[in-house]
Nanobody, 121 residues
Framework: QVQLVESGGGLVQAGGSLRLSCAASGLTLSSYAMGWFRQAPGKEREFIGGSSWSGGRTYYAEPVKGRFTISRDNAKNTVYLQMNSLKPEDTAVYYC??????????????WGQGTQVTVSS
């Protein structure tokens, strides 16, 4: 059974940093593109970025471009989201996902259950 488990969320002050981790089981991470999404209360899920299966290509949505970085360690079957210069509007539940050819479009097949990130003013 495929399982993706996010961790590393918490409370941080505006301007601070957090690194989220997504540990995968039931799949080989090197065979999948990986994406990150977020959902704030009362809002729709938002695709914020993704990484190709090799990690050689990435996509970032405009609200996070230049502040967030996606990386992976295939040997550990783990993908990361480094978040810098955090803003209160970044407050959301963050989800990781695994997929294939549609990764640039936010099309993914497997999903984690999310981790809460709260950014205070």
């Amino acid at each position: 059974q495929v399982q993706l488990v996010e961790s590393g969320g918490g409370l941080v002050q505006a301007g601070g940093s957090l690194r989220l981790s997504c540990a995968a089981s039931g799949l080989t991470l090197s065979s999948y593109a990986m994406g990150w999404f977020r959902q704030a209360p009362g809002k729709e899920r938002e695709f914020i970025g993704g990484s190709s299966w090799s990690g050689g290509r990435t996509y970032y949505a405009e609200p996070v471009k230049g502040r967030f970085t996606i990386s992976r360690d295939n040997a550990k079957n783990t993908v990361y989201l480094q978040m810098n210069s955090l803003k209160p509007e970044d407050t959301a539940v963050y989800y990781c996902a695994a997929g294939g050819a549609g990764w640039r479009k936010g099309e993914y097949d497997y999903w984690g259950q999310g981790t809460q990130v709260t950014v205070s003013s």
